[in-house]
């Protein structure tokens, strides 16, 4: 393990950031328009470095900005370039996941895939599609939920939608705050996201 943040290079050119210490990793899965260098910006990798929270930043497929080579929005393809990553850099250890947007549709997947022990989600898109609700429903993974008042992309009912249908739900309205929630309340954001991490 190191104590130090690293960056580096996945399959098909995706950059990463990790920081490989003991605890839970938090595995962060940044918005369509976004790179894993967001989670900089904001001071979160930072904030968890201080922390000594574990984590791993990386660009994903679908993301249309990021360093990959080739972009892919297909879920499968996402899953398992996620799921290979992740397991050769932390193993076995059960992570929580962080995804904003569409890398919180992404997380959302990745849960019901293999085991997570918290999921963190900034206005996930298409979180009451399919059978995404009867599934958390019915498991006992606790879930922070994170909402803009002035998002314009994901309405607040369906936010409302998930908190009354999966139990283990909280739902925090950051007011005055966009879509990306974070880039308004980057302070306020941070400390939930380590709040929860040390909660969980």
């Known amino acids: 393990?190191?104590?130090?943040?690293?960056?580096?290079?996945?399959?098909?050119?995706?950059?990463?950031?990790?920081?490989?210490?003991?605890?839970?990793?938090?595995?962060?899965?940044?918005?369509?328009?976004?790179?894993?260098?967001?989670?900089?910006?904001?001071?979160?990798?930072?904030?968890?470095?201080?922390?000594?929270?574990?984590?791993?930043?990386?660009?994903?497929?679908?993301?249309?900005?990021?360093?990959?080579?080739?972009?892919?929005?297909?879920?499968?393809?996402?899953?398992?370039?996620?799921?290979?990553?992740?397991?050769?850099?932390?193993?076995?250890?059960?992570?929580i996941v962080l995804g904003a947007s569409l890398g919180g549709y992404m997380a959302l997947l990745y849960g019901m895939m293999y085991p997570v022990a918290g999921l963190i989600l900034v206005a996930p898109v298409w979180s009451t599609r399919g059978d995404i609700l009867g599934y958390y429903s019915e498991r006992e993974i606790p879930i922070l939920l994170i909402y803009g008042e002035k998002d314009d992309i994901v309405s607040i009912d369906e936010m409302w939608e998930f908190k009354e249908m999966v139990p283990t739900a909280e739902l925090r309205v950051y007011e005055d705050a966009r879509h990306p929630a974070y880039l308004d309340k980057p302070e306020r954001f941070n400390e939930d996201v380590v709040e929860f991490c040390k909660k969980v």
């Open 1 to 95: 393990m190191t104590s130090e943040p690293r960056v580096g290079e996945a399959g098909d050119g995706c950059r990463y950031v990790i920081l490989r210490i003991d605890g839970r990793p938090l595995v962060l899965l940044h918005g369509y328009s976004f790179t894993h260098e967001v989670w900089e910006e904001i001071g979160l990798l930072k904030r968890l470095a201080e922390e000594e929270i574990p984590y791993l930043a990386p660009d994903m497929p679908y993301g249309a900005k990021t360093s990959c080579r080739t972009k892919s929005r297909a879920r499968e393809d996402n899953i398992n370039f996620l799921r290979g990553l992740y397991r050769q850099k932390f193993g076995g250890r059960v992570p």
